[in-house]
């Protein structure tokens, strides 16, 4: 008789963590989540996911949807690319659906989470007849995604945590429509986490229980990001004298000309811009205007895993943005020693709490940033000592919270419905 004992043992592993509880199965729902098309698309989500599973307390599958288009050739710009992403893929170990919603650019914001639900509730119904069963909905950006995800949860019967990001809670809310739903969603949510404090008080000032929000930053891989040989990498670049580094899509709120015309003040300065976008083309313009085209490199987008040489090769991140909710290049950046020169948007002072870093200009302006700049020159903060602040931003406390927060949900989700059943 052949024996199953190794098989049972798998699936013993696969359902319950080392400390022999059972694994919570998360289905997180977002579009905000990378492909092989869009490796970078929201890969902040995907890092949480990757530490929480690696913990061995949770299990997960993804549905990250795209929005449907019928035509990949390139003229189409974008949406061809949304038609390119694959229906399923599996990255890091983990299975990702991208099943398609449809989307009315322009005309369909108010719309959009019912078109969301629409398309997505046959998949989630056929996930739980195919045995691929789940206890919560881990959602990422509350609108449309969250808003979706709630109505999907309660026509499941599963309870669901929200997580705001940034322009879900700074930009979005400014329209009457979308605001009425996220604070609906907010309140309907079993609990719902802000990656910073400044993100927690914007969704206060909405009208939502701060008591029922939990703020979990972001976290940095410190073992993928730190110190390296920074003489042989910028060898290695042909880089010498001092460096500018900004990493981020190429849009007008990432502040790159801003970054652009605070350089042409600095003559000693090379400036390294790691990213693509549609601002691109007015950015050379720029650079072609302020003659220091010498002095700028456009290196397109740099693979996650190669921006770490580039980090090192930095003297400081320049991180001019309008809003962020907590910038991964920015902790990415500390984790190599690199201290930011950032703009004073809001949930700044969350990151860079301490000199050493880096600087926050005080207003944003190309003229703030030189300043803050030459502060932070003088300065001159240790890369060890940096390096040492972001420590305290390593994955694991935020990963111990998270799951906390996610048993937490469970046990009073479980405690409600037994109370349903004796009534």
């Not at 309140?187 to 929000?213: D, F, H, R, W, Y």
């Not at 420590?391 to 935020?398: F, I, M, N, R, Y």
């Amino acid at each position: 008789m052949t024996s199953t004992s190794g098989n049972c043992a798998a699936d013993a592993e696969s359902l319950f963590g080392a400390d022999g509880n059972r694994k919570i199965h998360l289905l997180v729902f977002t579009s905000l989540y990378p492909n092989a098309e869009q490796p970078r698309h929201g890969v902040f989500v995907e890092e949480r996911l990757r530490h929480l599973v690696d913990s061995g307390r949770i299990t997960a599958t993804v549905v990250a949807p795209v929005p449907w288009f019928p035509f990949r050739h390139q003229c189409f710009g974008p949406y061809a690319t949304f038609a390119k992403v694959p229906e399923h893929e599996q990255r890091y170990g983990i299975h990702i659906s991208h099943p398609r919603y449809p989307v009315i650019p322009k005309l369909g914001m108010n719309i959009a989470p019912s078109l969301m639900v629409r398309a997505l509730l046959p998949v989630f119904q056929k996930l739980k007849a195919s045995g691929t069963d789940f206890d919560l909905i881990d959602a990422h950006y509350f609108y449309p995604d969250g808003v979706a995800a709630v109505r999907l949860a309660k026509a499941m019967g599963k309870p669901v945590v929200i997580t705001a990001r940034g322009n879900d809670v700074t930009l979005i809310p400014h329209y009457r429509r979308p605001r009425q739903q996220i604070k609906w969603a907010a309140e309907s949510a079993a609990a719902v986490v802000t990656v910073s404090q400044a993100l927690k008080e914007k969704l206060a000032a909405l009208g939502v229980n701060p008591e029922k929000i939990t703020v979990l930053r972001n976290g940095v891989d410190l073992d993928r990001f730190g110190p390296r040989d920074r003489t042989a990498i910028r060898s290695k670049l042909g880089l010498k004298g001092l460096v500018w580094l900004t990493v981020g899509h190429l849009i007008e709120r990432k502040g790159v000309h801003i970054a652009l015309t605070a350089l042409a003040k600095l003559p000693d300065v090379t400036l390294l811009i790691a990213g693509q976008g549609p601002e691109e083309a007015r950015l050379r313009q720029l650079v072609a205007r302020l003659d220091i085209a010498t002095r700028v490199r456009f290196l397109g987008t740099i693979p996650h895993a190669e921006l770490c040489d580039y980090y090192n090769a930095a003297d400081t991140l320049v991180l001019a943005s309008s809003r962020e909710g907590m910038p991964n290049v920015a902790l990415e950046s500390l984790a190599c020693g690199t201290p930011v020169l950032a703009a004073p948007f809001d949930g700044v002072t969350e990151l860079l709490s301490a000199p050493e870093a880096g600087e926050i200009a005080e207003h944003r302006t190309a003229e703030a940033m030189v300043s803050a700049w030459l502060r932070l020159r003088e300065r001159a903060p240790a890369r060890a000592a940096t390096r040492c602040h972001a420590e305290q931003l390593g994955w694991w406390p935020v990963v111990e919270a998270q799951q906390n927060l996610y048993a937490s949900v469970m046990d009073v989700w479980h405690r409600n419905m037994q109370s349903e059943v004796t009534q």
